[in-house]
């Protein structure tokens, strides 16, 4: 079965940087979208951005815009999120997810903590 | 970027059916058709119940449906299974080439 794998997460102080990486194990991760969401443990999911199969376009909510960026290494099947100036607010599990186009989020990976916090 | 509008918890009993439903704006459901469902069960991750309004990814069951009027989606679970207890989520395409959540349902089959 196609895996998608998060890691990277962990214990970060407000105003420091992490990045998230998410391994692809398929055959088309180069054709696909792909997402970050995250979800603050017992509250619901929140988009937070999503790169095209090429790289060239990204999106941004506007929660994270100017402080996370996303970027992925085709040769490598790998997605990251970069986060920086991190908050206390972006304590969460971090989902990458594989997109089809427009309809957003398919395939989840396990998803990965980042806590942030003093 | 407001969340979508999903009521907090729908109970049923097995075999019932049950529809729960998802409102947003002309900017995201009212314009697009890209509506999605997800059942998330505790402690895992999101999986993907219904994309484009009213498809089902190959593997989902049939009693699961969707569908779209106006500005609110729908989804219908049918024949209620024990198994189908869990958080249930929408999600939209928004007209800022983003994309919005609702705040999850979370479903008690009694």
């Known amino acids: 079965e196609v895996q998608l794998v998060e890691s990277g997460g962990g214990l970060v102080q407000p105003g420091g940087s992490l990045r998230l990486s998410c391994a692809d194990s398929g055959l088309t991760f180069s054709s696909n979208w792909m997402h970050w969401v995250r979800q603050v443990p017992g509250k619901g999911l929140v988009w937070v951005s999503r790169i095209e199969s090429d790289g060239t376009t990204t999106n941004y909510a506007d929660s994270v815009k100017g402080r996370f960026t996303i970027s992925r290494d085709n040769a490598k099947n790998t997605l990251y999120l970069q986060m920086n100036s991190l908050r206390v607010e972006d304590t969460a599990v971090y989902y990458c997810a594989r997109g089809e186009g427009s309809a957003g989020p398919a395939q989840w990976g396990q998803g990965t903590l980042v806590t942030v916090s003093s | 970027q407001s969340a979508l509008t999903q009521p907090a918890s729908v109970s049923g009993s097995p075999g019932q059916s049950i529809t729960i439903s998802c409102t947003g704006t002309?900017?995201?459901?009212?314009?697009?058709?890209?509506v999605s469902w997800y059942q998330q069960h505790p402690g895992k991750a999101p999986k993907l119940m219904i994309y484009e309004v009213n498809n089902r990814p190959s593997g989902v069951s049939n009693r699961f449906s969707g569908s779209k009027s106006g500005n609110t989606a729908s989804l219908t679970i049918s024949g209620l299974q024990t198994e189908d207890e869990a958080d249930y989520y929408c999600s939209s395409y928004t007209s800022s080439s983003t994309w919005v959540f609702g705040g999850g349902t979370q479903l008690t089959v009694l």
């Open positions: 002309s900017s995201d459901i009212g314009n697009y058709k890209y």
